[in-house]
């Protein structure tokens, strides 16, 4: 399933997330997500694309546009070469914050979205995909 | 560096035939429509290129490479011109072009040069090509930073004007928020409205939130922060403009703000005016003709 569009964004700042935000809004429009559907997804970028900065010392958001044949969707991915995480389980728990945030973030992310997964190894860093279909 | 001790042809062309290289490129530029938008007069754009010409003659005395420091009060002139244009609107091909257009009358002149050696002529028409090139180069380095920059400055003057604390009635304060809330920027709209909440003493304060494209949890924990700094200075807050959408989402963040919202400021406005003991009435229809 090769992705119809590719962005690749660095996000190394705050204004970075700004526009990885912008970015997700206008693929979303493009593959039509309705605008309920578009916020959740621009807002899971928004936590996503911010924990990268925060916690993985920055990294790369990738935005595509993906098709199954049938359906259109949008496809985030979030890579950093960070610390990781050593226990997901507990950092997609709803208030668990290692940084004084609200400790929503990452579950939030996973609940505005059709698909989600992390991929992370201590030490080396952290990959977190989400997806989110028409 | 590409120094010419032997014979400086460039340097002899630029001395001999300053006055005419000069009128040529005028010329061009002229017919370029280089005058044509209106931001430039006539005089002025002689000047520069005057200017350009008599800070360049010496400079190419012992070499053409712009980078060295015979070269720095040309780089300097031009660096002061591409910001002057960037802030006066023109495009970067108009500013690009006053310089790349000094490239035809430099050739005309060096090969014009009765006398010279061909080998003298084409080696120099090189160098003449690749410091025009440089130059023309920086200036666009130059105009482009300058764009950035000004770009920069006001988006700093827009995030301050549009972030003013409003006083809708005494006790009574409203603070629309536009845009993104993820920047320094929070902080100072935040500040400011605290610091009018104690110095209109006011009992409520109505953040607006319509014109927040994106409330993500931290956005949400800024206004948390400063619902309850709001709260320890006397002041209830009342969220408003939370449009649907923003409302579902925050829902799956699992956000909660814990505070009174209504739909728009003006319902907003309405429980505020309840809250401090006023209410809005219609004015009695005067004289209506009995029916
Ligand atoms: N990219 C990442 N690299 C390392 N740790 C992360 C990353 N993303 C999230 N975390 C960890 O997961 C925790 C929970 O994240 P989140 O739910 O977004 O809450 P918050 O950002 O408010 O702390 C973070 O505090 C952090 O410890
Ligand atoms: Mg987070």
Redesign the pocket.
């Known amino acids: 399933m090769a992705p119809v569009t590719s962005d690749r964004m660095e996000v190394r700042s705050s204004d970075d997330v700004v526009r990885v935000r912008q970015q997700v809004r206008a693929r979303a429009l493009e593959v039509g997500l309705s605008l309920v559907d578009q916020t959740k997804i621009v807002t899971a970028a928004s936590?996503?694309a911010?924990?990268?900065l925060?916690?993985?010392g920055g990294?790369v958001a990738t935005i595509e546009v993906v098709s199954d044949g049938i359906r259109r969707g949008l496809r985030l991915v979030?890579d950093?070469q960070?610390?990781?995480?050593a226990d997901i389980q507990l950092?997609?728990k709803?208030g668990?914050?290692?940084?004084?945030?609200?400790?929503?973030?990452?579950?939030?992310?996973k609940r505005l979205c059709n698909e989600f997964s992390i991929d992370?190894k201590p030490g080396e860093?952290?990959r977190?995909t989400c997806a989110r279909w028409k | 560096m590409i120094a010419r001790p032997q014979s400086n042809l460039l340097a002899a062309t630029l001395a001999e035939q300053g006055t005419t290289i000069l009128s040529v490129w005028s010329d061009r530029l002229k017919k370029s429509g280089a005058l044509a938008s209106g931001r430039i007069r006539e005089a002025e754009l002689q000047t520069q290129c005057r200017t350009v010409l008599d800070l360049l003659t010496p400079a190419v005395k012992d070499g053409v490479d712009a980078a060295q420091p015979a070269f720095a009060p040309l780089r300097d002139f031009l660096a002061d011109l591409s910001r002057s244009r960037a802030v006066q609107g023109f495009t970067p091909s108009e500013t690009a072009t006053f310089v790349f257009s000094l490239k035809q009358p430099l050739f005309e002149a060096v090969s014009g040069t009765k006398g010279a050696d061909p080998t003298d002529v084409m080696r120099t028409t090189w160098d003449v090509t690749q410091l025009v090139d440089a130059l023309g180069l920086q200036t666009i380095e130059t105009f482009q930073k300058s764009r950035e920059e000004t770009i920069i400055r006001q988006q700093r003057e827009i995030a301050e004007l549009s972030t003013p604390v409003v006083k809708l009635w005494d006790g009574v304060l409203a603070l629309p928020l536009i845009g993104t809330l993820d920047s320094q920027r929070t902080q100072v709209v935040m500040e400011n409205l605290l610091e009018s909440i104690v110095s209109e003493s006011a009992e409520i304060a109505i953040i607006d939130i319509t014109g927040v494209p994106t409330v993500d949890?931290l956005t949400a924990q800024h206004l948390l922060k400063t619902v309850s700094a709001a709260r320890l200075m006397g002041a209830d807050c009342i969220i408003s403009g939370i449009r649907p959408q923003i409302a579902q989402t925050m829902v799956h963040l699992g956000v909660e703000l814990n505070v009174v919202s209504k739909a728009t400021l003006a319902d907003a406005f309405a429980l505020a005016l309840k809250r401090v003991g006023r209410t809005v009435v219609a004015v009695k229809a005067r004289e209506l003709p009995a029916s």
């Open positions: 936590e996503l911010r924990n990268m925060d916690y993985g990294g979030f950093d960070g610390p990781g995480i950092a997609l709803d668990f914050t290692s940084g004084g945030g609200l400790g929503l973030g990452l579950g939030g992310a992370s860093g952290t977190v | 949890t």
